[in-house]
């Protein structure tokens, strides 16, 4: 199967012939071996990482807010993947309930 591509514009009626071709393809079933990949066991890890992270951020609302931080900081929370502003939030909270980290960061 190949892949169509069309273009609507915002207001624009598709055309006939755009119609036909959705109709054709949704009387087509779906194959998931075949229209999709297969998971990862990192992509699935990284898929609940994300559920948990939407999971407690709807218990517990946080505020948002901008933080100004180095590039490489950055980049090394980055590098663990999805949910790495939860992890960041998750050493801030960390640090501030323990003075002796907020009294050697001051100096």
Known sequence: MG?????????QKPTKEQ?????????KPIHYTEDSPASTPEALQEFAAMAVAR????????PVIALRVKPDVLAKYKALGCGYTSI????????????????????
């Open 88 to 107: 960041m939030a998750d050493v801030l909270d960390y640090a501030a309930s323990n003075p002796e980290i907020l009294t050697k960061a001051r100096t």
């Open 3 to 11: 892949i169509i591509q069309s273009t609507v514009k915002v207001g």
């Open 55 to 62: 999971r407690r951020n709807r218990r517990n609302p946080s």
């Open 19 to 27: 119609m036909k071709q959705l109709k054709a393809i949704a009387k």
